[in-house]
């Protein structure tokens, strides 16, 4: 978990955010994604209350090992994120990409493992399946928009112009770099 916390640091302290964000489109609804963001608040009190109900019982939970990674990690940072894409700051553009992703990701997994289980006759929360689903399909939804308006072309580019700064391609018939244009001997 520490690896994966200082990688975290490195990237974030080594990709310019501010190049990132000049690259959003103005239409690039920067609430819905800071809204899909902070569905993981929503986690708090189910995590707590399982988290008290084991200490109690004196058990641990079968996910015990979620909460801390959960509580101390990922929940503070979407929430962070969301912040940051509220007030479309730099940061939060970065941030906001990288978290949006992993929200997807845990949406489709943990709903999965739970359809899993209801389908299985097992014991399950049909309540957290629908969390599940909350943070996965508008986190789908969220994450398309998001990167469908992240770019040159949601800059009012054409579809297909090269990136700024690209070089663009040579004419037809005219030779590049010391080859010879197709056709030509």
Same mark, same amino acid.
């Given at each position: 978990?520490g +690896?994966?916390?200082?990688?975290?640091?490195?990237?974030?302290?080594?990709?310019?955010?501010?190049?990132?964000?000049?690259?959003?489109?103005?239409?690039l609804?920067?609430?819905?994604?800071?809204?899909?963001?902070?569905?993981?608040?929503?986690?708090?009190?189910?995590?707590?209350?399982?988290?008290?109900?084991?200490?109690?019982?004196?058990?641990?939970?079968?996910?015990?090992?979620?909460? @801390?990674?959960?509580?101390?990690?990922?929940?503070?940072?979407?929430?962070?994120?969301?912040?940051? #894409?509220?007030?479309?700051?730099?940061?939060?553009?970065?941030?906001?990409?990288?978290?949006?992703?992993?929200?997807?990701?845990?949406?489709?997994? +943990?709903?999965?493992?739970?359809?899993?289980?209801?389908?299985?006759?097992?014991?399950?929360?049909?309540g957290?399946?629908?969390l599940y689903?909350? #943070?996965?399909?508008?986190?789908?939804?969220a994450?398309?928009?998001?990167?469908?308006?992240?770019?040159?072309?949601?800059?009012?580019?054409?579809?297909?112009?090269?990136?700024p700064?690209?070089?663009? @391609?040579?004419?037809?018939?005219?030779?590049?770099?010391?080859a010879?244009?197709?056709?030509?001997?």
């Amino acid at each position: 978990m520490g +690896l994966g916390a200082w990688s975290l640091v490195g990237l974030l302290a080594g990709t310019d955010a501010k190049a990132l964000a000049a690259l959003a489109d103005a239409r690039l609804p920067v609430r819905f994604c800071a809204a899909v963001l902070a569905v993981p608040l929503l986690f708090v009190p189910i995590w707590l209350s399982m988290l008290f109900a084991g200490i109690a019982a004196k058990k641990a939970a079968p996910a015990a090992t979620v909460f @801390p990674l959960d509580l101390c990690f990922l929940i503070p940072a979407a929430a962070w994120a969301a912040a940051a #894409l509220w007030r479309r700051k730099p940061i939060g553009y970065l941030a906001g990409g990288i978290l949006l992703v992993k929200a997807v990701i845990s949406g489709v997994v +943990l709903a999965g493992g739970t359809l899993y289980q209801l389908l299985a006759g097992e014991r399950a929360n049909p309540g957290e399946l629908a969390l599940y689903l909350v #943070l996965a399909l508008p986190g789908a939804a969220a994450l398309g928009l998001f990167l469908k308006r992240l770019g040159p072309a949601g800059k009012g580019a054409a579809p297909g112009a090269a990136a700024p700064g690209a070089t663009p @391609p040579a004419a037809p018939g005219t030779a590049t770099h010391g080859a010879s244009a197709p056709g030509a001997r």
